[in-house]
C-alpha cells in the first residue's frame, strides 16, 4: 500500500518536473503561435479538469437537493472567480510585453515581480 501511495505522489510529480524542466531547454524562444496554441491547450486541459473533476461531482454530491442541486457548484464557481479577481487587483504584476506592472503601488525590484 506503501509503495502504491508513493507511486500516485511521485508520477504527477515527475511529469511536472519533466514538462517544466523542458524550459530550460528551449533557449530561442517558442514561435509566437506555437506559445499561444500551447497556452490555448493548457486552459483547454484546466477547463476540463475543473468540469469534470470538480464541478460534475459537486453537483453529483448535492443530488439530493433536488432541483437546486446545481446551487453549491454554482456558488463555489462564482466565489472563486471573485477570489481570483481580488489576487489580481492586490498582488503587484507585470505582464509580458507591459512595461507598467498593474496592482497596488510596491517597492519590489525587477526580479521579484510577479510576471503573467
Avoid at 511536472?16 to 531547454?25: I, Q
Amino acid at each position: 500500500m506503501v509503495q502504491n501511495v508513493l507511486a500516485e505522489l511521485l508520477l504527477p510529480f515527475l511529469g511536472t518536473s519533466l514538462g517544466a524542466g523542458c524550459v530550460f531547454f528551449i533557449k530561442s524562444g517558442l514561435n509566437r503561435a506555437v506559445q499561444r496554441s500551447l497556452t490555448g491547450f493548457a486552459a483547454g486541459v484546466m477547463v476540463a479538469a475543473s468540469v469534470w473533476s470538480l464541478l460534475v461531482p459537486a453537483m453529483e454530491q448535492s443530488a439530493d437537493m433536488g432541483r437546486l442541486a446545481f446551487l453549491p457548484a454554482v456558488i463555489g464557481f462564482w466565489l472563486g472567480i471573485l477570489f481570483l479577481l481580488v489576487l489580481d487587483r492586490a498582488i503587484p504584476h507585470l505582464h509580458q510585453g507591459a512595461s507598467q506592472p498593474e496592482g497596488p503601488h510596491h517597492l519590489f525590484r525587477d526580479h521579484t515581480k510577479v510576471r503573467t
